[in-house]
């Protein structure tokens, strides 16, 4: 790691707001629903998927928890009426899962419903280790209800993940795998980011040998490398997975996966709890600070 990432990763949680909100302003949709949408229909006229996500999770009480869940249902109304190639993602603590479990998969629930009567597709986002168990079950009894509808996210960083592909075999699956970014104690998630690849790498073929559709979540090229002799080896149509990335990051490896003829799905979040989101992704990805600055500087090396 530079010195330069170091020092972001390390300091990025004191960062005054409206200095991370400069850094972080390419990586958000906006503030509204009617931001992401722009954006969305920007990244279908190049060839591109998108998911769309309101930002909040940990949310403290049942209100917030309706809130977010209205929220979800307002993005699959206008996914469907503006004709958008996109779908929905959310995170089950927006819904209350860490308030009531029931109460959290009636909202949940009521949204997969709304994905389901309109065509659409909902993501369950994955959380930090005490919400894995439970995410796991919304998703188990979702997917029976709704098949082609409903699909989960894996951390490949966690020790768990082989047997948790191996557990949701018995049904047709839809996952996205990527690396995973909270932090969880060493005895729940490898450490050592080489081994968090050979794991990526092993989760992926473990899904594909399934016959699961998977978002292959990343952006590092060494990982891509490794999915395109996968999908080789498996002799994969276009249709039967998907690379996925962050808005605005590494614009350039993912249109050369796309001119490649892959598809890709972008996420694209939005939202007024935009902090949270940001200051995560900044400390797990420095570069992103670094591009802004070089942008703001008319700098061509840094």
């Not at 614009?251 to 598809?263: K, P, S, T």
Request: overall charge neutral; some cysteine.
């Amino acid at each position: 790691m530079s010195l330069f990432n170091f020092l972001v990763a390390k300091t990025i949680m004191h960062v005054p707001g409206p200095i991370v909100g400069f850094f972080a302003k390419g990586y958000i949709a906006g503030e509204t629903l009617e931001d992401a949408i722009r954006v969305t229909r920007d990244l279908n006229g190049r060839r591109m998927m998108a998911t769309i996500d309101v930002l909040g999770e940990f949310i403290k009480t049942r209100d917030e928890a309706i809130f977010f869940k209205d929220q979800c249902l307002d993005i699959l109304d206008a996914i469907h009426r503006e004709e958008l190639d996109a779908n929905l993602s959310f995170k089950p603590t927006q819904m209350g899962l860490l308030l009531d479990e029931d109460f959290a998969f009636a909202n949940v629930r009521e949204i997969v419903a709304r994905a389901s009567a309109l065509g659409g597709f909902v993501r369950i986002d994955m959380e930090d280790i005490a919400c894995t168990d439970a995410t796991i079950k919304l998703y188990r009894q979702l997917r029976e209800e709704f098949p082609g509808h409903v699909g989960l996210v894996l951390q490949a960083y966690l020790r768990r993940t082989g047997k948790d592909i191996e557990s949701l075999s018995d049904a047709s699956m839809n996952f996205r795998l990527c690396k995973g970014i909270y932090n969880e104690p060493r005895s729940a998630a490898w450490k050592d980011p080489e081994t968090i690849n050979r794991s990526f790498v092993k989760a992926l073929e473990r899904m594909l040998r399934h016959k699961s559709y998977v978002g292959i979540a990343t952006h590092d090229e060494k990982l891509v490398f490794e999915a395109l002799e996968l999908i080789d080896k498996y002799s994969l149509a276009p249709t039967e997975y998907e690379f996925q990335m962050l808005l605005g990051v590494d614009e350039e490896l993912r249109q050369i996966i796309v001119d490649a003829g892959h598809r890709l799905r972008v996420y694209v979040p939005y939202g007024a709890s935009w902090m949270p989101y940001s200051r995560r992704r900044l400390k797990e990805n420095p570069s992103i600070a670094k591009h802004a600055l070089k942008q703001m500087l008319g700098m061509k090396r840094f």
